[in-house]
Every structure is written in structure tokens, then in C-alpha cells.
């Protein structure tokens, strides 16, 4: 059986014009620790991803995002991340007058990085292609501005 799936946010620090990416860092486990990942979490049985994602940061991060596109694999569909899951990914910001994200249990570390330095940013394996097509994404909206 196919473990559950799991929902991320690449909450930037504005979904009109995009400067910033938000990385955290994982507390646990030992394996992972200190390094960088998108935050999100697990679907409950009958959650609606982004309903799972909204719950998940709001229990991580203490804060409520506003969504924007879904980022897809290069394939059309969610990207495989560690432990045989697929992860859904959505573009995000944290939503007006909501308090600014906080590292809890999960995290060790909130670091906002420019969205063309965010490769180099010790990645857990899975999420490094995610960057990557977030910063290819964030790229076709800000050329749009220009």
C-alpha cells in the first residue's frame, strides 16, 4: 500500500512580485536534521490538499497563507519525495494580517533566501528539483511585470 500523500507551500514573500522563498529547516530526524525543506505535512483521510496544507502550516508555522498555482513535476502530476510519498506543491504567501511565520517543533530554522541564491541552500534531496521549478515559475511571473 502506497503511504499517504503529502502537501508542501513555497511561500514566497509575495506571489505578485517574487523575491524570496521561505526554506525550513527540518528538527528531526537525526538523519534530516538540519537541513532545508518546504514546509507542509501529511493529508488526513477526508482533507482536500490545500485544506491539509492550510492545517499543516498553521500547526507548523503559526500562520494562514494565501495559495497560488500548484507547481506540477515535469511530468503533469506531484512530485515523489522520500518514503515512496508524492508531495503536492503550491506557490503561497502569508495572508494579510496573519503573523509572520515562526519555527515550532518541526523546524530548527525559518530562513527567507532570494529566489535566485535558493539552490544553495542545503536542500533534502527531494525538494532540490521542487526549488527549481518554483524559481522557473516565480521567473515567468516576474518577466510578466516587466
Do not use: N, Q
Not at 505535512?41 to 496544507?53: N, R, S, Y
Not at 502569508?94 to 541552500?121: C, I, K, M, Q, T
Amino acid at each position: 500500500m502506497k503511504p499517504a500523500p503529502v502537501v508542501a507551500a513555497a511561500i514566497l514573500d509575495s506571489l505578485e512580485s517574487p523575491s524570496r522563498l521561505l526554506c525550513a529547516a527540518r528538527a528531526y530526524p537525526a538523519e534530516l536534521a538540519g537541513r532545508f525543506e518546504l514546509p507542509g505535512g501529511k493529508i488526513d483521510p477526508g482533507e482536500a490538499p490545500l485544506e491539509a496544507l492550510a492545517r499543516e502550516i498553521e500547526e507548523e508555522l503559526g500562520t494562514a497563507l494565501t495559495f497560488g498555482a500548484e507547481i506540477p513535476s515535469p511530468e503533469g502530476g506531484w512530485w515523489p519525495i522520500l518514503g515512496g510519498r508524492d508531495m503536492g506543491v503550491w506557490l503561497a504567501e502569508v495572508a494579510p494580517g496573519s503573523p509572520a511565520p515562526r519555527a515550532g517543533d518541526s523546524h530548527s530554522e525559518l530562513r527567507w533566501v532570494g529566489l535566485e541564491d535558493a539552490e544553495a541552500v542545503d536542500w533534502i534531496g527531494a525538494d532540490l528539483p521542487i526549488v527549481r521549478a518554483v524559481r522557473e515559475a516565480t521567473r515567468a511571473i516576474t518577466a510578466r511585470l516587466t
